[in-house]
């Protein structure tokens, strides 16, 4: 589940293609779940190249796609994947997605055998230290687990993550699945990296169970 930076539409568009393709193979759409998806979650979703192409047909939406390769190093495989892309940030888009992939986990493959992945980075530009402090107030609402909370926070600019609807989305899909934790496994900045310490993105990871 991935936020689109570039194009600005309604709802959540769900790739109508048969794969995402990355340096280390093809990754094929799980068609079973997008047409799950398209009766369950009304006209939320629907099937769209908005956020995952552009007009003239390059890619340059990343969101999504810059995970793919943790997957497949990870699983020694190309997992099936089902490549949402959120257009807004709305409480209702979020909670009308979270309830149908939840759906169409139990009805399709059951819980353990699908893993929900909500793309985001953390904070943007700011100096070192009040990027630790932005993310780290974020990392904690994600780890209390109250999607509602976190959604709110986003919602008044107090925290930031550009993929801020999907992972309130997989905080839902998650909790109705049965999750009933969150745990930060990893933090980290550009600065660290990169040597600037005045200008830095901010980095977690996140495991739900």
């Known amino acids: 589940i991935a936020p689109s930076h570039l194009e600005s539409f309604r709802g959540v568009s769900v790739f109508p293609g048969v794969a995402y393709r990355t340096p280390l193979g093809d990754c094929s759409v799980a068609s079973d779940f997008t047409d799950h998806l398209l009766t369950d979650a009304g006209g939320t979703v629907r099937a769209s190249l ?19 390769p943790f997957l497949q190093v990870v699983m020694k495989r190309a997992p099936q994947i089902l490549p949402l892309v ?12 979270g309830r149908a992939i939840a759906s169409a986990v139990k ?13 985001s980075d953390l904070s943007h530009f700011y100096g070192d230290s009040q990027a630790e402090e932005l ?20 919602q ?11 992972i ?4 839902l899909a998650a909790q109705a699945l049965g999750a009933t934790v969150a745990t930060t ?5 550009s600065g ?3 040597g600037d310490s005045r200008s830095v993105v901010g980095y977690g990871a996140v495991r739900i169970d």
Request: negative net charge.
């Open 135 to 154: 993310d780290a107030k974020t990392l904690r609402l994600i780890e209390a687990f109250d999607a509602v909370a976190f959604h709110e926070e986003l």
């Open 86 to 97: 959120i257009g807004d940030g709305t409480w209702e888009t979020a909670e009308t997605l």
């Open 107 to 119: 009805n399709l493959r059951g819980p353990g055998k699908v893993v929900i992945v909500a793309s």
């Open 50 to 68: 908005e956020g995952h192409w552009l007009k003239d047909q390059q890619r340059q939406e990343h969101s999504l796609e810059v995970q793919l």
């Open 168 to 171: 309130v989305t997989a905080m």
């Open 156 to 166: 008044a600019g107090r925290v930031e993550a550009c993929g801020g609807a999907p």
């Open 192 to 194: 660290k990296v990169m």
């Open 185 to 189: 496994l990893s933090y980290n900045h």
